[in-house]
């Protein structure tokens, strides 16, 4: 079976959207970002699998029935996909009624080392610069 160029379009879209907004400060934006990637990911399972008569044995012939796996994965990239959507979105909810907004703000410790390394990179010395005198 060859894939169709409609959905290895869409799902290239899917990716590339949920990639570009799993990037963004904001929770919202990363909780929309994750489902668009659960979404594409079911397509490409979808995608492998291929056609044929149901997989019950006795409907029809060995040779023509469906393969089960990919619907097996398909419905656990559901639950999974469910659970991570649960979780970003009691997230995102408690960081609104927090602080008032979802925006990721960077750490206090993340702020203190990058302020270090600017003042090292502005004095021009370096840690690998000093050698053991003998």
Known sequence: MTPNLVYVVVIGVLFAAGVSMVLE????R?????ILLGNGVNLLILLGG???????VGL????????????????TAIVITLGMTAFLLALAYR??????????QDDV??????????????????????EATP
């Open 95 to 104: 960081s609104w009624a927090m602080s008032g907004h979802d925006e990721v």
């Open 30 to 34: 990363v909780l929309m970002g994750m």
């Open 25 to 28: 400060r904001s929770l919202t």
């Open 60 to 75: 029809g012939p060995g040779e023509q029935m469906a393969d089960p796996l990919p619907q097996i994965m398909i419905l």
């Open 50 to 56: 291929e056609a044929g008569t149901p997989p019950i």
């Open 109 to 130: 410790e993340d702020q203190r080392i990058m302020r270090l390394a600017e003042r090292d990179q502005g004095s021009g010395t370096d840690d690998t610069d000093h």
